[in-house]
């Protein structure tokens, strides 16, 4: 996945099984936020895999005053590219098992 | 001091703790 200076990691181990996953937000890299990042460590929450939408997300922690509006593009794109390579890694899981 | 928990209006809940080390050390 591209550097967005902003990190996703899982909060928990993936059983490929579960829907809701839990995720860790922190930024790396506060040079490439397009806003000054007062930085408040990292953001653990739990993402609905099948139902939700990573943007939605990236709305949430501005509404929740983490990010500013002008950053959403950046944090939606970095919790995108975790879920996608979660998803992606459970599909190759499955097939493997077939 | 930040909240180290947050509840957004929608529900979810973000809670906030220190950023863990580059764990790529101690593999």
Not at chain 1, 47 to 69: R, T, W, Y
């Amino acid at each position: 996945a591209e550097d967005t200076g902003v990190r996703v990691e899982l909060a928990e181990e993936d059983d490929g099984k579960k829907s809701s996953i839990a995720l860790k937000l922190w930024v790396e890299d506060p040079k490439k936020l397009k806003t000054k990042y007062k930085d408040n460590g990292a953001i653990e929450f739990t993402f609905d895999l099948e139902n939700e939408v990573p943007e939605d997300v990236a709305q949430e922690m501005i509404e929740s005053g983490f990010f500013h509006e002008s950053d959403i593009k950046i944090v939606g794109k970095s919790i995108k590219d975790r879920v996608a390579l979660i998803k992606w890694k459970r599909e190759r899981t499955v097939l493997l098992q077939v | 001091g930040s909240a180290a928990q947050v509840v957004h209006s929608a529900g979810r809940r973000f809670i906030v703790s220190p950023v863990p080390e580059a764990r790529l050390k101690d593999q």
